[in-house]
């Protein structure tokens, strides 16, 4: 076969100019996590117009959504990165291997999911103190999207094969489709628009549902009829153990990173609740503004993780390197820009959701303090990234523990203690500070034990063959 023929058949991953790569893969990735982002915030601008309590119990059910959230993007980040070293590798029965125990992981999660839904939910609730129309709007919203988790965890598993190859334009199709359904029925099931019954919270739950499970049949269609690269059926499925756990070696820090973060908000809901319910709506109405800034920053690092996988993979450290330097570039200019919203523009933002003055006068200083984070996060999450994809999750998952279990939780309550609800916000951005001195600690480890030995190896690999 002639050079020129290997490289056309060589996946883009390997071949393409990074900057070209990175803006190519990631721009799908990004658009369709701004789609994404804007539903989060549009979903919750309708849930406000029901009443402020239904907007608290929203806010409550997000660390047990979160939870689903991590299951399927745990076992997505393993996918993903195996799947595109096995591509980089030419290795074709590993990718098919790693799709089809990865359905067969988003499967089990799904179930047990579905029993939270259905038995636990009321107990969530209470664990929290909820009470009166919270506790009721909590437990309606929170079951159903339990019991229909397998929407999103099968959507996040079939979307993560496309990112592998390369595809993420089928992916940005996928969710974008998704979300703006979501968007459409959310005002039509919520307030019983077009005929439909008025549902409230329920009509919200219905509504991300339905709009998760038309993602997720496009996305198993996508893959079936273009990733070719792909190759998964019922017949040929098999369970095999050393490839669930190469999965989970890779995605289980993802999944214990969210499912921390999920343990941060539920103890800090818990705190601010002391001070007033309003603040537990405020930390809510956050992290929904907060998703429009980090979801495009993950889809830019899920690409990423993908392009450092295929490259290491095929022993192309320079590309890799250099994948990973212009994301940081590009991930800060992104969050840079939420910054300056927040600074400028709080008021604004705040009043989208029908804030209260009360709303206000604790959500103003919150977007402003706790934006300084969003200077420091980018090089941290795309860091992330690349411990996972060559296969280093576990300096990810230091990071992450540190930052959200022994930072920011007895921060929050100590300044808490000390400074009232605005040591809470505090506590965010100097998390962020001791994060990105411990990443700096770990990348230099990474480079001197991993990449520079797998340049030498390849540079001895090119002599002898010389």
Not at 59 to 76: D, E, K, R, W, Y
């Amino acid at each position: 076969m002639d050079i020129a023929k290997k490289v056309k058949l060589e996946n883009k991953m390997g071949t393409m100019p990074i900057n070209k790569l990175i803006i190519n893969m990631s721009l799908p990735l990004i658009t369709s996590m701004f789609v994404q982002a804007f539903y989060n915030i549009v979903d919750s601008l309708f849930v406000a117009r029901i009443n402020e309590e239904a907007l608290t119990a929203v806010s409550m059910s997000f660390p047990a959504q979160n939870l689903m959230i991590s299951a399927g993007t745990g076992v997505g980040v393993g996918i993903t990165a195996l799947i595109a070293r096995y591509l980089g590798a030419k290795d074709e029965k590993g990718v098919t291997r790693v799709a089809h125990n990865g359905i067969f992981l988003g499967i089990l999660n799904s179930i047990l999911f579905a029993i939270f839904g259905l038995f636990f939910a009321k107990f969530y609730f209470e664990f929290q103190k909820a009470s009166g129309l919270i506790e009721t709007y909590g437990i309606q919203y929170l079951s159903i999207c339990s019991i229909f988790a397998f929407s999103i965890i099968l959507e996040i598993t079939f979307e993560r094969m496309l990112i592998a190859s390369g595809k993420t334009i089928y992916t940005m199709i996928t969710q974008s489709t998704g979300a703006i359904i979501n968007i459409i029925f959310d005002p039509i099931f919520i307030f019983g628009l077009l005929g439909f019954p008025k549902m409230g919270i329920i009509g919200a739950a219905v509504a991300t549902i339905f709009g998760q499970t038309i993602a997720m049949l496009m996305a198993l269609y996508f893959n079936i009829k273009k990733n070719h690269e792909v190759h998964f059926a019922i017949k040929k499925f098999a369970v095999h153990f050393k490839t669930i756990a190469n999965i989970y070696e890779i995605g289980f820090p993802s999944i214990v990173m969210q499912s921390a973060a999920s343990f941060m908000i539920f103890q800090l809901n818990n705190l601010l609740a002391s001070f007033s319910t309003t603040a537990t709506a405020v930390l809510g109405v956050y992290f929904k503004l907060q998703s429009f800034v980090v979801l495009p920053v993950f889809g830019l690092n899920n690409s990423v993780i993908s392009i450092v996988s295929y490259n290491y993979g095929a022993g192309k450290i320079k590309r890799l390197l250099k994948a990973v330097k212009l994301a940081n570039i590009y991930a800060f200019g992104i969050m840079f820009a939420g910054f300056v919203l927040c600074q400028t523009l709080p008021v604004p933002i705040l009043k989208l959701f029908d804030a209260s003055d009360n709303m206000l006068s604790i959500g103003i200083p919150a977007l402003r303090i706790i934006s300084f984070a969003f200077l420091i996060a980018p090089f941290s999450i795309v860091s992330s990234g690349t411990f996972q994809a060559l296969g280093k999750g576990i300096f990810s998952l230091i990071v992450s523990l540190i930052r959200q279990l022994i930072v920011i939780l007895p921060l929050s309550y100590l300044l808490a203690g000390i400074m009232g609800i605005n040591g809470v916000w505090i506590a965010f951005p100097m998390a962020e500070i001791v994060a990105g001195i411990l990443t700096i600690f770990y990348l230099k480890k990474l480079y001197q034990n991993e990449i520079m030995k797998r340049k030498i190896k390849r540079i001895n690999k090119k002599e002898a063959e010389f």
